[in-house]
């Protein structure tokens, strides 16, 4: 069972990154999935997931309009197209496959990819 991250990087502000999360050996369909982040010196947060259930898309406040959240035909890869990436949104981001009934907080989460770094500075 494995959450495999990528895509992070160096960019400048208001560029586009688009990281991606593959799942193997297991079906992220029975799970929400989505993506957490952890800058320095902060809790980590939850930033969207796609939940199980309905398929709706759920962003914190500070990354609404800006980022957008999907996953591929098969199901087992989820992207997180960030864009118009501010200084703020510098952390390493971690997808994570969490329970189906729950909310998206680290408590509820049963699967963590290694987190992939992103850093956008002018």
């Known amino acids: 069972v494995q959450l495999q991250a990528s895509g992070g990087g160096l960019v400048q502000p208001g560029d586009s990154l688009r990281p991606s999360c593959a799942a193997s050996?297991?079906?992220?369909?029975?799970?929400?999935i989505g993506w957490f982040r952890q800058a320095p010196g902060n809790k980590r947060e939850g930033v969207s997931y796609?939940?199980?259930?309905?398929?709706?898309?759920h962003y914190v406040d500070s990354v609404k309009g800006r980022f957008t959240i999907s996953r591929d035909n098969s199901g087992n890869t989820v992207y997180l197209q960030m864009s118009g990436l501010k200084p703020e949104d510098t952390a390493v981001y971690y997808c994570?496959?969490?329970?189906?009934?729950?909310?998206?907080?680290?408590?509820?989460?049963?699967?963590w990819g290694k987190g992939t770094q992103v850093t956008v500075s002018s």
């Open positions: 796609i939940a199980s259930k309905s398929g709706g898309t």
């Open positions: 994570a496959a969490g329970d189906a009934s729950g909310e998206w907080h680290e408590r509820y989460i049963y699967y």
């Open positions: 050996g297991f079906a992220l369909k029975y799970y929400n």
